[in-house]
């Protein structure tokens, strides 16, 4: 984070000490299978060479993105392990992709085609994978075309066949039966390429979900969101995935506190009435920074001193608005959106559920201009400081037992 990105008194803090914990657990949940991490969207939202870092140190041993944009930022961080690139790229994408020695994905003659163009130009060795669609219907070779590109791959020199793999049309929902019937459609491809005397390389079919079920794992898993602290499955069967432990908090000061009567109403279309007088907190998060709109219509809560507190109005680009009650709040009072304080916790899953989405939408929507803090390093970047006010801007009547802007402990301190 640049210092100049520190004046924002809003902030996700990634506790990445929780990602490599995660990627312990899963790592240890699927051996002898190797743990592939999913950095693709910025490390979903996280900051993806932080995340990448983390997961290798909690014995990831392979990185997955979906462009070969994010697979050179890896490189260019400096991260050398292994990076295979999830969908097809587009020509002009490859000759960078192999420079960076990205391990390509290919589901189409054509793709092949440039991908065999361009390392013979290039002058690369090149690896690359086939992938199968064994069901999902969103990309990948029909069995007859894999085929076809494996033969290929095993025939020629470079590029050379580094793997074999799907992806499941109900990884979210391990007990799906259709789970079994696209991972015995991928393993029946490869036995039989196995038999002609062809090794397919790695093979892998498994996401976070999937990976709870051991005939999925295969050679390797796939996993993003079990890394970055969520289970894919509801609470009650979420056994191995019970000690995951969400990365992203997302928070800030208060960057206004206004003492209002019960019946004023604040924000756009003042759509809420107070039910009682409270001190009404300005929080500097909006969704231009990925706070849904519907946050305040869902009646998703934040945290203001250990308390859920309800929003006051409508959610806007760059500020919300939260109904602070009687607390003792004022300017450069923390509010969490995500995370914990106090007693009190919140986090994606719960934002998902009330807002009638899934948390990868929520995590990866969290926006660029937000900055990341990263914490549970040994040697963790400070939190941003508190707004320095001159004086509480808090209304002329005074907030009950408001204080005045002090000094902040910092968000960990807080939580
Ligand atoms: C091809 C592929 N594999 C693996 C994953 C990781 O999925 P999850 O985050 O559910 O573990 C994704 C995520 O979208 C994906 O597209």
């Excluded at 997302?250 to 009435?273: I, N, V």
Aim: proline content about 8%.
């Amino acid at each position: 984070m640049g210092p100049e990105a520190r004046l924002r008194p809003a902030w996700a803090e990634i506790d990445l000490a929780a990602l490599e914990a995660n990627a312990a657990l899963v790592r240890a949940l699927v051996a002898p299978a190797a743990l592939c991490a999913v950095v693709k969207a910025d490390g979903y939202g996280h900051g993806a060479v932080a995340a990448a870092r983390a997961a290798l140190a909690g014995g990831a041993t392979w990185l997955a993105v979906a462009l070969v944009e994010e697979g050179l930022a890896l490189r260019r961080a400096g991260v050398d392990a292994p990076v295979m690139v999830l969908s097809e790229a587009p020509q002009g994408a490859l000759a960078p992709a192999l420079d960076a020695g990205l391990t390509l994905t290919v589901y189409s003659d054509a793709a092949l085609d440039a991908v065999e163009r361009v390392a013979a130009a290039c002058r690369r060795a090149a690896a690359v994978q086939v992938k199968l669609d064994t069901g999902l219907h969103r990309v990948g070779a029909s069995p007859a075309v894999a085929d076809r590109l494996v033969r290929r791959l095993a025939a020629g020199e470079t590029p050379r066949l580094a793997g074999v793999w799907t992806h499941l049309a109900f990884g979210a929902t391990p007990n799906h039966p259709f789970n079994a019937e696209q991972v015995g459609r991928l393993c029946a491809f490869v036995d039989q390429l196995r038999a002609d005397g062809i090794d397919p390389g790695l093979v892998h079919a498994a996401n976070s979900g999937a990976a709870l079920l051991p005939f999925a794992r295969l050679d390797l898993v796939r996993a993003g969101l079990a890394l970055y602290g969520y289970s894919p499955v509801g609470a009650e069967d979420a056994g191995p995935y019970s000690g995951l432990r969400p990365v992203l908090s997302l928070k800030a000061y208060a960057s206004a506190a206004m003492r209002r009567e019960a019946g004023e109403a604040c924000s756009y279309g003042l759509l809420r009435p107070l039910p009682t007088a409270a001190t009404v907190l300005t929080v500097p998060l909006g969704y231009a920074d990925g706070v849904p709109w519907r946050l305040f219509p869902a009646a998703v809560p934040v945290l203001v001193g250990g308390e859920r507190r309800p929003l006051a109005g409508a959610v806007t680009m760059d500020q919300l608005l939260v109904d602070a009650g009687d607390l003792p709040t004022s300017v450069g009072s923390e509010v969490v959106l995500l995370g914990h304080q106090g007693g009190g916790a919140i986090w994606a899953d719960e934002w998902a559920e009330m807002l009638g989405t899934i948390p990868y939408e929520v995590l990866c929507a969290i926006g660029g201009r937000v900055p990341r803090v990263e914490v549970g390093l040994e040697d963790p970047e400070p939190a941003p400081a508190p707004p320095e006010v001159a004086a509480p801007s808090l209304g002329s009547r005074g907030a009950p037992g408001a204080r005045s802007a002090r000094p902040h402990a910092g968000s960990r301190g807080a939580s």
